[in-house]
């Protein structure tokens, strides 16, 4: 019954910023932690950022340095915020609760092409 919407990908020049929701229906938003994971061509799905309950952000390397996760308990949507958009940015974009559902639910995910 969990529904997770991701939205905001586009097509974004290098440099550039966007920013990513996600939107949650059927889940206990409140109390899990929730992340964002990246699927680039050809790869599998990485993990990027989570954000706890307390709202303690955590961060693949220095992904911080050019990425921000924030989260809306009122609206039940997650956030991600990305500047100084790489190439290597490019890729499907997940969210879901960290860990994820041991059902391997995911939803479509959205995409993201940083490119000239």
Excluded: H, M
């Excluded at 559902?101 to 000239?116: H, I, K, M, N, Y």
């Amino acid at each position: 019954q969990v529904q997770l919407v991701e939205s905001g990908g586009d097509l974004v020049q290098p440099g550039g910023t966007l920013t990513l929701s996600c939107a949650v229906s059927g889940s206990n938003f409140k109390t899990n932690s929730w992340g964002w994971w990246l699927q680039r061509p050809g790869r599998q799905r990485e993990w990027l950022a989570r954000i706890s309950p307390n709202y303690a952000a955590y961060y693949r390397g220095s992904l911080n340095d050019r990425f921000s996760i924030s989260r809306d308990n009122a609206q039940n949507t997650v956030t991600l915020r990305l500047k100084f958009a790489q190439p290597e940015d490019t890729g499907v974009y997940f969210c879901n609760t960290f860990p994820p559902p041991a059902t391997g639910d995911w939803g479509q995910g959205t995409r993201l092409t940083v490119s000239s």
